[in-house]
């Protein structure tokens, strides 16, 4: 596991982009903490490192955003409103696409998830200050070790 201090916003978006930078096409990102521990800020700097240039911002009402990406595409889910598994949802469509996946409160769908993933644990220590696990599974140990 690797770990963070995050005393902003703004470092937190440029951690994002760290992790960004290492992130491929079919990559899949798990974000896990609190409501506004900092899930949907540390999306914004992934986005950056992928050539996003649209503003990422929570998807409220809709469940995926999909964003262009000059490097590659988006899918950011937010999963807190999905209410139990049902047909409408297919996260086949979302992983092992030519995009990168990132998902909020990725225990809704526990029993899918894959095998392998990149997981950021944020916790909110205070107003301005957030701690950042970082934990590869599988392959992507690798890219942990790389941060
Ligand atoms: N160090 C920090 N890192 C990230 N966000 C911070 C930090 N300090 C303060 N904040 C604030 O905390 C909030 C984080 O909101 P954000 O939408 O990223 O949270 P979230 O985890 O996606 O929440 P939700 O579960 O509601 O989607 C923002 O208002 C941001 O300005
Ligand atoms: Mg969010």
Redesign the pocket.
């Known amino acids: 596991m690797k770990t963070f201090k995050?005393?902003?916003?703004e470092?937190?978006i440029e951690i994002g982009q760290k992790i960004g930078n290492l992130l491929n096409p079919g990559d899949t990102v798990l974000l896990v903490?609190?409501?506004?521990?900092?899930?949907?800020?540390?999306t914004k700097g992934i986005g950056k490192a992928l050539g996003v240039t649209k503003i990422i911002n929570?998807p409220t009402f809709t469940i995926v955003k999909d964003y262009i990406g000059s490097k590659c595409g988006l899918y950011h889910l937010?999963l807190?409103r999905l209410n139990g598994l049902n047909n409408d949802f297919d996260l086949e469509e979302y992983i092992d696409s030519d995009r990168v996946c990132v998902i909020?409160?990725p225990h809704q769908i526990d029993e899918i998830l894959p095998d392998e993933y990149l997981e950021i644990n944020?916790k909110r220590i205070d107003?301005?200050?957030?701690i950042i696990e970082i934990n590869g599974v599988g392959r992507y140990k690798k890219l942990e070790e790389a941060l």
């Open positions: 995050s005393n902003s916003q470092e937190t903490g609190d409501l506004s521990a900092g899930k949907t800020t540390i929570s937010d807190y909020e409160w944020l107003e301005n200050q957030r």
